[in-house]
């Protein structure tokens, strides 16, 4: 039973369409996460929110949006893709503020042609 | 600019020998630390966690190194398995509020059998 999951787990999709990730977790963690691994192998965050509410929004372009229906979800979508969205994206959640550490999802391949 | 960096991207051991994986950082604040460990496919697991009041910490065949004054840390593995092969990960955070892990950029292990 997977704690952290992610859907789809492959995205392949054309410049200028919008997409989503969804990410769900069934561990009861309060704090989810979105990091982003780059061609460079750069695993940088992206977003967190904790109860539902955003506490972490690096800069990111405002094509990203987050949305976090509850604790237990927190999606990604992304408007007018482009080339260099392409990255493998990775949700994580918490318990509290991280003290022990994230549980990662097995990820998305997003690449953009 | 690169907070936390491993700088050597990867690392072959015979089986049974130790293996040391490096990490160093540039930010004096960090003062929380952790490893991780990735499977092709998979997400990044977490594996051992070093706080800046400790200078060492031991979990099995894990043992994480922190050496404060020259902003580095390793991780040594021993004995090394074969199921030890993967891209290990250290990342860092300040140790306070909701705690924003930097990640490096990754350290393939090989274990040789």
């Known amino acids: 039973d997977t704690a952290v999951s992610q859907t789809p787990k492959y995205l392949v999709t054309q410049m200028g369409n919008d997409k989503s990730i969804k990410c769900e977790q069934n561990?009861?963690?309060?704090?989810m996460y979105w990091y982003k691994q780059d061609s460079k192998k750069f695993l940088k965050i992206m977003f967190s929110y904790n109860n539902k509410e955003l506490i972490i929004n690096e800069t990111v372009p405002n094509r990203f949006s987050p949305k976090s229906p509850d604790k237990a979800h927190l999606n990604l979508h992304i408007n007018s893709l482009e080339l260099g969205d392409s990255a493998v994206y990775f949700c994580?959640?918490?318990?509290?503020?991280?003290?022990?550490?994230?549980?990662f999802g097995s990820g998305t391949r997003l690449t953009v042609v | 600019d690169q907070q936390v960096k491993q700088n050597s991207p990867s690392l072959s051991v015979q089986e049974g020998r130790i293996s040391i994986l490096n990490c160093d950082y540039t930010n004096s604040m960090f003062d929380y630390f952790l490893w991780y460990k990735k499977y092709p496919a998979e997400g990044p697991t977490f594996l051992i966690s070093i706080s800046s009041i400790k200078d060492k910490n031991e979990d099995g065949r894990f043992t994480v190194f922190l050496n404060k004054s020259a902003k580095h840390l390793s991780l040594h593995i021993v004995p090394s398995q074969p199921g030890d092969s993967a891209v290990y990960f250290c990342a860092a955070s300040v140790a306070s509020g909701t705690y924003k892990y930097i990640f490096g950029t990754g350290t393939r292990l090989k274990v040789l059998a």
């Open positions: 561990l009861g963690h309060d704090t």
């Open positions: 994580a959640s918490s318990q509290g503020q991280g003290g022990y550490g994230y549980t």
